[in-house]
């Protein structure tokens, strides 16, 4: 057999890039201009390979590779797991991000949905805001960056809209200077259950599969991917599945009728137009690949009778969202389920963790969240954040909104990092430190 030298064989193996998690180091000698090899690395994380047994596909068992150990894990980049890890990060603990795409923001940047709603309720002659700490914080950095935001304001009559370059910027720099440990291109496909309590997860990579082991985990995915691997109680939902897009190129004024050209932008001559679609499974692979072939197509036809029309021949597609627009699959059965009636009563919730703005059905009242929606009736150590809390079917659609998702994000990293602080389960945590801590941070409590 021919003798490999070291840089052979490590070739031999496909290992041509930067090893998993900075473990390799880049040689200094190219190959050929722009590639290098690596060295350091000493195992596939990737395993043996799966096998046919009477038809069936077999997964060896076998030992996963730790990547990392952490206090605090947060599963999924959005707005909620964005939010969760600065909360949890500025509480003092070591905390690590990981997130399946490239960017941060999930559907806020990603997804192009580009204004924050349920940010304020309506006052005497001008708004009043309500969702106040981290949440507020990102928005006022994305407000000072040229083209960051418009209408973002105390008391101001309209919503904030963002642009989402800008956001993924400010997401990416805050999270670097609080110094949150940063995992990004990892897909989180299953959670490390010790009993009841969830000690980490596993999650894929283009290195093969690895392990991240935590104090404390919390599921900001928006689908509840890490509850519902843990074994956690959920409800699954069918909702609209849009294709958010943004034309370039608009001109100023009031567009033609039935002519949907979509909202202002930061940037003028730039709309983003908003997709209903079709209602769906959001979990259901057939679902989510017609939807996004179906949605590209819809907004190609629309593109085209744009262009047909006189004064609009030079609008141009900007660019098509990458995430698609899933708005709910699975929401966690909590300890408390956030429901429309006790809203419109106004109910007070002795273990309140934000006070949002209000929404159409909400009545211009406010809407307090109570703790109990973040925590699993069983699983331990384990909060869930963002669009997939507990909340009954039309509270759902209150708590998917962006300001909503800050505030439930805000919360879970704030509990998170008691929890490992106070050595608790977070169903366990201090309810009046907990609250102590999000005013601290900044969070309006009512
Ligand atoms: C079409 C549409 C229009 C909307 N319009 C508005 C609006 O006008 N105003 C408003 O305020 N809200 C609106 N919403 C709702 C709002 O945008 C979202 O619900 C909210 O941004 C969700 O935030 P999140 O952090 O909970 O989830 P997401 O934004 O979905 O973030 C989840 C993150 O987790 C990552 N992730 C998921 N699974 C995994 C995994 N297994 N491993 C690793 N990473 C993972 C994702 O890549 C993503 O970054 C709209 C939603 C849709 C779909």
Not at 40 to 65: H, M, N
Not at 232 to 260: D, F, K, M
Not at 384 to 405: E, F, H, K, Q, W
């Amino acid at each position: 057999m021919k003798h490999l030298n070291r840089r052979d064989f490590i070739r031999a193996l496909g290992f041509t890039s930067l090893a998993a998690g900075g473990m390799g180091r880049v040689l200094a000698d190219p190959i050929h201009e722009g590639s290098q090899v690596v060295e350091g690395i000493t195992a596939s994380a990737r395993g043996a390979a799966a096998f046919l047994e009477d038809g069936k596909v077999i997964q060896p068992r076998r030992e996963v590779p730790v990547f990392r150990d952490t206090d605090v894990l947060v599963v999924g980049g959005g707005t909620a797991g964005v939010v969760a890890a600065l909360a949890a990060r500025r509480a003092g603990v070591n905390t690590t991000l990981v997130e399946r795409y490239g960017c941060f923001g999930g559907l806020w940047t990603a997804g192009l949905v580009l204004i924050v709603l349920c940010t304020h309720v309506p006052g005497e002659g001008k708004r009043t805001k309500m969702v106040q700490g981290i949440g507020d914080e990102i928005l006022a950095r994305i407000h000072s960056q040229k083209h960051g935001a418009i209408n973002y304001s105390a008391d101001g009559p309209h919503d904030a809209t963002t642009d989402p370059e800008v956001t993924k910027y400010v997401l990416a720099r805050m999270l670097r200077e609080e110094g949150v440990d940063i995992v990004l291109h990892s897909w989180v496909t299953n959670a490390i259950l010790d009993g009841d309590a969830v000690r980490g997860v596993l999650f894929e990579s283009k290195a093969g599969c690895m392990a991240i082991r935590a104090k404390v985990v919390i599921d900001a995915t928006g689908d509840g991917d890490v509850f519902d691997a843990a074994g956690a109680e959920s409800i699954p939902h069918v909702h609209r599945i849009g294709l958010v897009h943004r034309l370039g190129n608009v001109p100023e004024g009031n567009s033609p009728e039935g002519l949907n050209l979509g909202g202002a932008t930061p940037i003028p001559g730039v709309r983003w137009v908003n997709m209903q679609g079709p209602q769906g499974d959001c979990l259901d692979v057939p679902t989510l690949t017609n939807c996004e072939l179906d949605g590209r197509e819809a907004i190609w036809n629309k593109l085209k009778q744009i262009q047909e029309t006189p004064g609009y021949e030079n609008v141009f597609l900007l660019d098509v969202a990458s995430q698609l627009g899933v708005r709910a699959s699975r929401t966690l059965v909590g300890t408390q389920e956030l429901r429309l009636e006790e809203t419109l009563e106004q109910k007070a919730y002795a273990d309140v963790i934000g006070v949002g703005g209000t929404y159409s059905f909400l009545k211009n009242l406010p809407c307090a969240i109570p703790y109990g929606s973040l925590v699993p009736v069983r699983v331990d150590n384990l909060l869930a954040s963002g669009r997939c809390v507990a909340a009954d079917n039309t509270m759902l659609n209150y708590t998917r909104l962006i300001a909503p998702c800050m505030l439930t994000g805000q919360a879970a990293g704030a509990a998170a990092a008691l929890a490992v602080q106070e050595n608790c389960t977070p169903r366990n945590v201090d309810v009046a430190k907990l609250q102590g801590l999000l005013k601290a941070q900044g969070a309006y409590l009512g």
